[in-house]
């Protein structure tokens, strides 16, 4: 079997796109519907991404912990970003949809991972397989949790490891590590 030149990273992206989209999409119709996954987290999340984008603390009335970015008991890194986002188009809409883009990440390294193993079907295969999964789905759709991004950055660690490129395990544990601090932990397993 001759070796296949690497797909393409814009159709990575496109797919990455439409994962998220859908996602999120199902995150915002559990919502409209009142029927989040985890609402205390949502809740949570939103009080606090929602405080800190109007110029308050980065704090949340339904817990208990100390008030500040580095002060909380967990420390998500990519709270800023979705700040940011939330300043642009506020409302629990930007959440939901976050969700679906941190878990929809882990489409590139499932077919990078699939493809580099078998040929680009079997990367289409790998993305098939870990869309259908149900434990990936209800990450996927858990409203708003920053951990889904330990899916994309461990797959993506994997993927870059099979590669051998260093400097992509880095990254992809980096991505790991803005959804929590204890991401670092999984690059070491």
């Known amino acids: 079997m001759r070796p296949q030149r690497p797909s393409p990273t814009w159709t990575l992206w496109l797919a990455v796109a439409g994962v998220a989209?859908?996602?999120?999409?199902?995150n915002v119709?559990?919502?409209?519907a009142l029927f989040p996954h985890w609402a205390q987290d949502l809740a949570?999340?939103?009080?606090?991404?929602?405080s800190a984008a109007t110029g308050g603390p980065w704090a949340s009335p339904l817990l208990f912990e100390p008030e500040g970015f580095f002060a909380m008991v967990h420390t998500h890194l990519v709270l800023p970003l979705v700040v940011l986002a939330y300043r642009a188009h506020p409302g629990q809409e930007t959440l939901l949809l976050a969700q679906g883009l941190f878990a929809g990440l882990a489409v590139w390294p499932a077919f990078r991972l699939g493809e580099r193993a078998g040929g680009?079907?079997?990367g289409i295969a790998a993305v098939i397989a870990l869309v259908v999964f149900g434990p990936f789905q209800a990450v996927a759709t858990a409203d708003f949790r920053p951990i889904a991004l330990f899916v994309p950055g461990v797959l993506g660690i994997f993927a870059a490891a099979w590669d051998r490129d260093t400097r992509a395990v880095v990254l992809w544990a980096c991505v790991a590590n803005l959804g929590r601090q204890e991401g670092a932990f999984l690059g070491l397993a």
């Open 21 to 26: 989209l859908v996602m999120g999409a199902v």
């Open 29 to 32: 119709a559990n919502a409209r």
């Open 44 to 50: 949570f999340f939103h009080q606090l991404v929602r």
């Open 120 to 122: 680009r079907a079997h």
